[in-house]
């Protein structure tokens, strides 16, 4: 039977979930290491109940460790989420499994058995004493993962300055030894004896009883759109770069540099570049836009704005154009933020931009401006791409791994998308942050503690919580 409320939404006047009786293991994987994995393992974890916590690469952070500020309230990134990496670190229940991946769950609601695959870090955390000599004498480098690739990094490395674990790691891929068979110098200056090239990777299988998914997004490489020179003029950049340029910590210590040739040549960024007076951020890019991706990636908009406010922060006296399609400030205090930028001269063109082209030294920016109803251009020094928001590659095989659906997309689908927007189709399975689809830093820190809040309610009672699939409900 069906009602109406208030809101024009049917509704069904029974419950849309009952309790299946289960011995439920009160274990908890979570998989995945950004700020909605570790807002629900500390949630979990907080209420005496142990967390597995599997990342990935050889930290945890996410991608919100390599932002310079977040939106509207310009609080400084790594002050909200450092503490909380410190507390993941140190919370004795939680057990994390850094350069870990899941590879099998076998089992029900309640009693699932895990197979998780430990790569090794070829460093033992247990003696290493954060020496650094190692990274110092070590000869190979590689492009930053934590810089987005603006700055460089050695084999042997710690992925930042605040990871957690706060430890060195060997990057096979990068490594002299393991590309030639030659150098294991790391091996022989470390005082401690910590590092060990031929540890081999292993597994080990656990037993939870609720799993969290907090797997996150992949950003769109902006080079797809080719249109826009990404990758072959300088001075383009992704807004993952722009994020490290702008931060204390990256390659010009904050400072908004233009590229420079360095002492051997090569195009770098760096303290001695020229700043940029003029500066482009070019909004939708692989988002909404049916060659890539039809969805809105719900953050682009607001951080373009960002950027565009510190910008001006930091060169008052610099020109920001921001291209935009339709300005999305849906969030609090969002569309408040983009009323401030507005008055700090920030000029704000609405119109699809079509293309980016060299000139000269510079960069023009081939545009429609809609609301004057004119084709326009407007040579700058840099431009921003901001880029949208796109399942990981691996989002289907995580999908079939666990027996969760997604969409066509990739993005792992909730039951309900009003009700148990954080649940997936599968009893014992909950979703948190960015692997079901867009979303902003508040979002996903809420959804993660709504998982954790429903996986705390099947320890405490020993049932799992079934949701019934939806489909009578209706929005008009
Ligand atoms: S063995 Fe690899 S990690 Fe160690 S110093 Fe040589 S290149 Fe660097
Ligand atoms: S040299 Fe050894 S002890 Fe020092 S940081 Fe490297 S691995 Fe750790």
Redesign the pocket.
Do not use: K, R
């Given at each position: 039977m069906t009602g109406n409320n208030n809101r024009g939404v049917l509704f069904k006047e029974h419950s849309d979930y009952q309790f299946i009786d289960a011995k439920v293991n009160s274990n908890t994987l979570v998989i995945g290491g950004g700020i909605a994995g570790i807002q629900a393992s500390l949630e979990v974890a907080n209420a005496g109940y142990q967390v597995y916590l599997v990342e990935k690469s050889g930290t945890i952070g996410g991608h919100m460790a390599m932002f310079d500020k977040t939106f509207p309230t310009l609080d400084c990134a790594a002050c909200i989420l450092t503490p909380k990496m410190v507390e993941v670190g140190q919370n004795p229940n939680i057990k994390l499994m850094t350069l870990s991946e899941v590879k099998e769950v076998r089992g029900a609601p309640g009693n699932f058995k895990v197979k998780i695959e430990m790569k090794t870090r070829r460093?033992d955390i247990a003696t290493?004493?954060?020496?650094?000599?190692?990274t110092e004498k070590c000869p190979a480098r590689a492009p930053s993962e934590f810089d987005a690739g603006i700055s460089q990094r050695k084999a042997i490395y710690i992925p930042f300055p605040q990871a957690v674990p706060n430890k060195?790691l060997v990057d096979k891929d990068s490594c002299t030894y393991f590309k030639t068979g030659k150098c294991r110098v790391?091996e022989k200056?470390?005082?401690?004896g910590?590092?060990k090239l031929d540890d081999k990777d292993s597994e080990i299988e656990i037993e939870v009883g609720n799993i969290i998914v907090a797997t996150g997004f992949k950003p769109f490489d902006p080079a797809r759109a080719e249109q826009f020179g990404y990758g072959r003029y300088k001075n383009v950049l992704a807004p993952l770069q722009f994020e490290r340029l702008i931060n204390a910590s990256g390659p010009t210590a904050g400072q908004i540099k233009m590229q420079t040739q360095d002492k051997k040549g090569k195009w770098v960024y760096s303290t001695d570049g020229n700043e940029p007076e003029s500066v482009a951020i070019i909004h939708c890019v692989g988002s909404r836009d049916h060659n890539y991706n039809k969805h809105c990636s719900r953050v682009c908009c607001m951080y373009s704005l960002k950027f565009a406010h510190l910008i001006k922060e930091k060169l008052p006296n610099a020109e920001v154009f921001e291209y935009y399609i339709d300005m999305r400030a849906f969030g609090k205090g969002y569309e408040e933020f983009y009323q401030r930028i507005k008055e700090e001269g920030v000029h704000i063109i609405r119109g699809r931009t079509a293309k980016v082209e060299e000139a000269g030294n510079r960069l023009k920016i081939r545009s429609e401006d809609i609301l004057a109803g004119k084709l326009i251009e407007q040579n700058v020094d840099m431009v921003i791409l901001s880029a949208g928001l796109e399942p990981r590659e691996n989002a289907k095989n995580i999908a079939g791994m666990l027996d969760v659906s997604s969409d066509e997309t990739g993005w792992l689908t909730e039951v309900n998308d009003k009700s148990a927007p954080f649940v997936s189709n599968r009893p014992g399975i909950y979703l948190a942050g960015t692997c079901q689809g867009p979303k902003d830093i508040p979002d996903s820190v809420a959804q993660a503690s709504a998982a954790a809040a429903v996986v705390l309610q099947s320890i405490g009672s020993g049932k799992i919580k079934k949701y019934v699939a939806d489909t009578t409900a209706t929005s008009l």
């Open positions: 460093v290493c004493i954060g020496c650094g000599i190692c060195y790391c200056v470390c005082p401690a910590s590092v």
